[in-house]
């Protein structure tokens, strides 16, 4: 559900831009109150853990095209909604960034559709009251699937609201929200399982993790090599060698656009901000695609590029080397963000005293 520069007019990802920078510092400031020092490793390798799972996506049955994990509940639960919505950005930002993932322009609305409904709706009024104070499998699991669709239906409608409202591509609201909605029901429950499987694992490894997550506690004195190492050895293989079996169909967004317009193209505004951030990102984007950039000018033979895309698994080293730099990468980012807001945090304390 990554949006590209091309739906969106300056003004409204502008817009959305601004509506993501005021809850960024909201949320800096809401971790600063509460970080500890402990939970920095685990929002680095939740982030690494969420980027890795993007990476794979999976097909929807009868319908021709795929999803792929949105990941801000499960960085919810594990981390509470302020700091799920920082690793968030992270991910989302590197993804833009060094992987040409989403639009430059569009990142603000893509960090605000796929962290902020997650995180700051699905999971406090829709997981959290399921599960309630004594969590089971079970609880986990309908609550999972509850919030994930949840979650995912406020974003997609916000992605069909926020292109309405640019006006700047041919994609009507009555028909554009008729694909989008259903697909993304879909692409709801697959998440909602997988995140029920993450969550019930973390919940067997150490629940002191999401008792205090959830209560916004200090997990200072909480084991959480476990937890560490598993979510570690997940992103790696996720990253590495399970991307190789991604679905090579179109992903919800996409399909649906294609389903509108009858188009694969998305046909929208060019205008100079649209080439200029495109340009910027040519030069950022150190794998585009996650995929290693065509080494010389020479053309490929079109034979082989047609034999390149049936082929399935995808055995691609380009793609095991994006799963393991942006993994790093966003790992880096999230890390440095907490010891930031900690170093801040110990700062003004030690101003105080």
Not at 2 to 20: E, F, K, N, Q, R
Not at 39 to 60: D, E, S, Y
Not at 199 to 220: D, K, N, W, Y
Not at 242 to 267: H, K, M, Q, Y
Request: net charge negative; aromatic share 6%.
């Amino acid at each position: 559900m990554h949006m590209a520069d091309a739906l969106l007019s300056p003004a409204t990802g502008g817009v959305m831009w601004g509506a993501t920078a005021l809850t960024t510092v909201y949320c800096a400031k809401k971790v600063r109150e509460e970080l500890d020092e402990s939970k920095i490793p685990l929002m680095g390798v939740a982030g690494a853990f969420i980027f890795a799972a993007q990476m794979l996506n999976f097909t929807i049955p009868g319908t021709g095209s795929s999803g792929h994990l949105g990941g801000g509940l499960i960085l919810a639960v594990l981390l509470g909604p302020h700091a799920a919505f920082l690793v968030m950005a992270s991910v989302l930002g590197v993804q833009a960034l060094f992987f040409a993932d989403g639009g430059l322009l569009a990142l603000g609305a893509n960090v605000f559709n796929l962290a902020f409904f997650p995180a700051f709706i699905a999971y406090p009024l829709v997981y959290r009251f399921i599960v309630g104070k004594s969590p089971n499998s079970r609880r986990i699991t309908v609550g999972s699937i509850a919030a994930a669709i949840v979650g995912l239906q406020l974003g997609a409608l916000a992605v069909v609201l926020e292109t309405t409202l640019s006006g700047v591509s041919e994609l009507p609201f009555s028909t554009f929200v008729a694909m989008m909605l259903p697909v993304h029901l879909a692409i709801g429950v697959v998440e909602g399982l997988v995140t029920a499987g993450v969550i019930v694992f973390v919940h067997r490894a150490q629940p002191e993790i999401l008792t205090r997550s959830a209560s916004g506690r200090s997990l200072s004195g909480v084991a959480l090599k476990p937890v560490l190492i598993g979510l570690t050895v997940a992103a790696l293989v996720s990253g590495t060698a399970f991307a190789w079996f991604a679905s090579a169909n179109p992903d919800g967004l996409e399909w649906s656009i294609a389903r509108v317009t009858g188009s694969d193209e998305i046909e929208g505004a060019t205008e100079n901000v649209h080439e200029g951030l495109a340009s910027v990102q040519e030069k950022t984007a150190i794998l585009p695609d996650y995929a290693l950039p065509a080494a010389g000018n020479a053309e490929a033979d079109p034979a082989e590029e047609d034999a390149g895309d049936a082929a399935w698994p995808a055995v691609d080293a380009g793609t095991s080397a994006a799963g393991l730099v942006g993994g790093g990468i966003t790992l880096a980012v999230a890390v440095l963000i907490g010891v930031v807001l900690r170093r801040r945090t110990t700062a003004t304390r030690t101003t105080h005293v």
